[in-house]
């Protein structure tokens, strides 16, 4: 079993950054994905960025050059840094993670096993 905390939301103007920061207890980040959602109200819950082992990542479109997703070991964490936040990245943001979800589903929700509580961010123009 994995539980995951999110932490790091919050109120911010446009155009300002935030870091995200996903904790894990139970077992190391190291052998799982962990991919970081959001959803915002009255829409689907929609992918934003993945770490996979080996240090790979991948973003969605909408994020990418704004976003950051890196793997902090000491902590046990995932970080997403959020640079250049615009109205429309307000929502509430999740964790989640998963030991064997293959690249072709890696920006999937349903393929992951494990997801924090979420945290909200609010982006105001």
């Known amino acids: 079993q994995v539980q995951l905390v999110e932490s790091g939301g919050g109120l911010v103007q446009a155009g300002a950054s935030l870091r995200l920061s996903c904790a894990a207890s139970g077992r190391s980040f190291s052998s799982y994905t962990v991919g970081w959602f959001r959803q915002a109200p009255g829409k689907e819950r929609e992918f934003v960025a993945a770490?996979?082992?080996?240090?790979?990542?991948y973003y969605a479109d909408s994020v990418k050059g704004r976003f950051t997703i890196s793997r902090d070991s000491a902590k046990n964490a995932v970080d997403l840094q959020m640079n250049s936040l615009h109205s429309e990245d307000t929502a509430v943001y999740y964790c989640a993670a998963g030991s064997r979800i293959i690249l072709s589903s890696i920006r999937r929700s349903d393929a992951y096993d494990y997801w924090g509580q979420g945290t909200q961010v609010t982006v105001s123009s």
């Open positions: 770490w996979r082992r080996g240090g790979f990542t």
